[in-house]
C-alpha cells in the first residue's frame, strides 16, 4: 500500500466542520470535508478508505493548507495524479491542490511539527460581499498594529493556554507550544486593509485561536494597557478572556513537517 499526502483547500462556510460525522440513527450524515474527500477517494480506489487529517476545523471554518494522508491500492498511478481525479468527483469548495507519496509511517497528524492559522478581520462600517464570508466585519474599529504586537508578545514558547480553552475541549493538557503570534496588514482584492491575526504552534486547542483573536481585538478597541494579554494568560482562566470571534475569518494556513517535534 502506497501513502499518499494530500494539500487540502476549502470554503467552510457550508461545512460541518472537517472531521467525518456518519448519522448512527440512519439518517443523512452531516456534510464534512473529510467526508467528501473520502467519497472521492470510494469511487477512485473502488472501495472505502479512511483519510487521516492534520486536525480538525470547526464548522464554517476554512483552509488553504490542511494536510490529510491516506493509503492507496493502486500500484501504477503517479501521486501527483491524484489531484486531478479526486477534484473530478469533488464539489467545488473543496480543493485537492497537491499529492505526493510519503514513507509508509508517515501521518498527516503524528508527523506534523507545527500548525499555522490566519485570522482576517475586516473593519470600518462594511466591507464587500466576499470578505462578509471570508472575514470578520468588526465595525467602529480601527486597528493599532503597534499595540496588538505588543499584546501578542507575551505569546511565545510553552505556554498554559486555559484561559482559551473552550467549554467541551477534551484535551489531556492545555499546554500549548507556541512560536509565534503577530498581526499585520494585508489587501484585499479591492485594495481596502484587512487585518490579519497569524500564529503558529504545535497544536491548539478547541476555538483557541478564535478566543484568542477575540479577546485581543477587544483589548484593542478598550485600549487597554500593553500587559493586560498577559495578565489573562497568566489567570488560567477562560472568564478572563474576552469573546470567541465567528469562524468565518479563520484559515488554516499551512501544516508544517520540518520543525522539532513537541508534545501534543
Not at 499518499?4 to 448519522?23: E, K, M
Not at 465595525?139 to 505588543?150: F, G, I, M, V, W
Request: glycine share 6%; net charge neutral; charged share 25%.
Amino acid at each position: 500500500m502506497r501513502n499518499i499526502l494530500l494539500t487540502v483547500s476549502y470554503d467552510g462556510t457550508d461545512f460541518c466542520g472537517w472531521q467525518r460525522q456518519d448519522d448512527t440513527a440512519g439518517g443523512e450524515a452531516e456534510r464534512t470535508v473529510q467526508g467528501e474527500i473520502e467519497k472521492s477517494l470510494e469511487k477512485i480506489h473502488k472501495e472505502k478508505t479512511a483519510l487521516y487529517g492534520s486536525g480538525r476545523t470547526d464548522s464554517g471554518v476554512h483552509a488553504v493548507g490542511q494536510a490529510a494522508n491516506f493509503y492507496s491500492p493502486i500500484a501504477s498511478m503517479p501521486a501527483e495524479n491524484y489531484v486531478r481525479a479526486i477534484n473530478a468527483f469533488l464539489p467545488d469548495d473543496v480543493r485537492i491542490v497537491a499529492a505526493r507519496e510519503v514513507p509508509e509511517d508517515f501521518s498527516a497528524r503524528k508527523s506534523a511539527t507545527s500548525r499555522v492559522y490566519r485570522y482576517f478581520i475586516s473593519f470600518g462600517d462594511t466591507t464587500s460581499a466576499d470578505n462578509m464570508r471570508f472575514s470578520w466585519l468588526v465595525k467602529n474599529y480601527s486597528p493599532n498594529l503597534e499595540r496588538l504586537n505588543k499584546y501578542c508578545q507575551c505569546l511565545q514558547g510553552e505556554l498554559d493556554c486555559s484561559s482559551f480553552a473552550a467549554s467541551g475541549d477534551d484535551s489531556l493538557s492545555n499546554n500549548r507550544y507556541i512560536d509565534k503570534a503577530s498581526f499585520f496588514m494585508q489587501k484585499d482584492r479591492w485594495g481596502k486593509d484587512l487585518l490579519v491575526f497569524e500564529i503558529e504552534a504545535n497544536a491548539f486547542l478547541w476555538k483557541m485561536v478564535r478566543t484568542l483573536t477575540g479577546t485581543l481585538v477587544n483589548l484593542d478597541k478598550e485600549n487597554a494597557p500593553d500587559d493586560a494579554m498577559k495578565k489573562i494568560l497568566e489567570a488560567h482562566d477562560r472568564k478572563a478572556a474576552g469573546v470567541t470571534a465567528p469562524p468565518n475569518g479563520l484559515f488554516l494556513y499551512q501544516i508544517k513537517f520540518d520543525g522539532k517535534r513537541r508534545h501534543v
